[in-house]
């Protein structure tokens, strides 16, 4: 059972307008959350994160909300340029795991296309 | 500075063979995982090792896949008797100790034949 989902695999923007790429999870107790890119055939690249304490982190051009109740979060970049087409990997990390190993569970990603 | 290496960095053998896949992390960092990225899917957690506590071995998905860090750096991930379904993309990423954000090698792409 996946406890971390990307139901959009893929999504295409026009460069320059807003990029929103979602992700949900159903476990309660993960209490922070990280977005990753990736570019083929490189490792995926730490973009940004929350702490569930918090709904909102900004850091330039990209925002990711969280919303608990709903148990969602996404990640907005604007404006969106041609080099943001990547994978975006969503990851999210509970405090409360054996032996205080802070694995990170990961979403199946989504392809971000920044069409020029 | 250097960022998380692995080697080799492309690995195609043939089923039944046993491989060997290596990490160095980032100089400093006391936390060293392994994951797997299959086809279409999610990073896996496979094994996290935190200094010199026994690893956390949860995510492992047979007695065929194990791995040892030596000297608290340096890490390998050893798969025996390769099965098909092993085919992917195995990363290894580090982190100081505790911290959540993790830094990723560029994989390890094995394909078994």
């Known amino acids: 059972d996946q406890q971390v989902k990307q139901n959009s695999p893929s999504l295409s923007v026009q460069e320059g307008r807003i990029s929103i790429l979602n992700c949900d999870y159903t476990?309660?107790?993960?209490?922070?959350f990280l977005w990753y890119k990736k570019y083929p055939a490189e490792g995926p690249t730490f973009l940004i994160s929350i702490s569930s304490i918090k709904d909102k982190n900004e850091d330039g051009r990209f925002t990711v909300f969280l919303n608990k109740s709903a148990k969602h979060l996404s990640l907005h970049i604007v404006p969106s340029q041609p080099g943001d087409s990547a994978v975006y990997f969503c990851?999210?990390?509970?405090?409360?795991?054996?032996?205080?190993?802070?694995?990170?569970?990961f979403g199946s990603g989504t392809q971000l296309t920044v069409l020029p | 500075g250097a960022g998380v290496s692995q080697s080799p960095s492309n690995k195609v053998t043939e089923k039944g063979k046993d491989v060997e896949l290596r990490c160095d992390p980032i100089?400093?960092?006391?936390?060293l995982y392994w994951y797997r990225q299959s086809l279409g899917q999610g990073l896996e957690f496979l094994i996290y090792f935190q200094g010199n506590s026994a690893p956390d071995k949860s995510g492992l998905p047979s007695d065929r896949f194990s791995a040892e860090r030596t000297g608290g750096s340096v890490s390998t991930l050893t798969i025996q008797r390769t099965q098909q379904e092993d085919s992917a993309v195995y990363l290894c990423?580090?982190?100081?100790?505790?911290?959540?954000?993790?830094?990723f090698g560029p994989g390890t792409r094995l394909t078994v034949l």
């Open positions: 990423a580090s982190s100081v100790r505790l911290a959540v954000e993790q830094f």
């Open positions: 100089s400093g960092h006391t936390a």
């Open positions: 990851a999210a990390s509970s405090s409360i795991s054996s032996g205080s190993a802070r694995q990170l569970t």
């Open positions: 476990n309660s107790m993960f209490d922070y």
